[in-house]
């Protein structure tokens, strides 16, 4: 939004040194007009121009970074994000960058970091895909520490959300995980082995050095939870 505001703000400055220098040559109006037109769209073309290129050069390297955390290369891409971090302005580009910093928190299990950063966007305007992969990041954090209720919470409340995900490749195995837990700190332990069972039969999914440790995590809490059943 600041950025939009800059760029209107040089349009209006604009107008005042066209309108200067009208007066000063004594052009008549309508030629005025025109070139004034003319320049502003200039102007804000380029300016939007600027500003898109701006974005596209950070999720570039955004994008760059993402291989280290599938690859389990977690304080380097820790590392990586924080430098991009601080290098960025902007409040979508700040935002986003939160969110991939935070995942790379949850993965290095410094979750009370992760959830920090989280909840601190809990208290901004997202949509889209950020808005899906904010609610399952903060989901999967409260789990993970066992606020459970906090967790559940933010679970049923994130409906609308998470049956979006399912429909997004990249949110789909996160979402298998919030639900796992879910079925685990309701007692839904069928459901839950069910989802673990399903899960290591996708290798491509089981096998990733990310997910691993998540899915056995999540194996051995639901065999605790099956052995304080019998007992």
């Not at 037109?37 to 596209?56: P, S």
């Not at 901004?124 to 409260?142: D, E, M, W």
Request: charged share 25%.
């Amino acid at each position: 939004m600041k950025r939009v505001l800059r760029i209107f703000a040089i349009g209006i400055l604009l107008g005042v040194v066209m309108a200067v220098i009208q007066q000063s040559l004594a052009i008549d109006s309508r030629s005025f007009l025109r070139w004034y037109w003319a320049a502003a769209a200039v102007v804000l073309i380029g300016a939007f121009a600027v500003n898109l290129l701006y974005t596209r050069r950070y999720l570039n390297k955004m994008r760059q970074a993402m291989p280290l955390l599938e690859e389990n290369r977690t304080d380097a891409y820790i590392n990586a994000v924080e430098e991009l971090f601080h290098q960025v302005r902007g409040r979508y580009l700040k935002n986003l960058f939160r969110l991939n910093l935070a995942a790379g928190y949850l993965q290095a299990r410094r979750f009370d970091q992760a959830i920090d950063l989280l909840e601190t966007l809990s208290q901004q305007p997202l949509s889209g895909t950020v808005k899906i992969a904010h609610r399952l990041n903060l989901c999967f954090g409260y789990f993970r520490i066992g606020r459970y209720e906090d967790a559940l919470e933010l679970y049923y409340a994130s409906q609308k959300e998470f049956e979006r995900a399912r429909k997004v490749p990249s949110c789909r195995s996160t979402l298998d995980i919030i639900e796992t837990f879910a079925d685990i700190a309701e007692g839904r332990y069928d459901d839950a082995k069910a989802r673990l069972d399903g899960a290591r039969a996708q290798s491509d999914t089981w096998n990733t050095p990310r997910a691993q440790s998540v899915y056995y995590y999540l194996q051995t809490l639901l065999e605790q939870q099956l052995n304080n059943q019998d007992d």
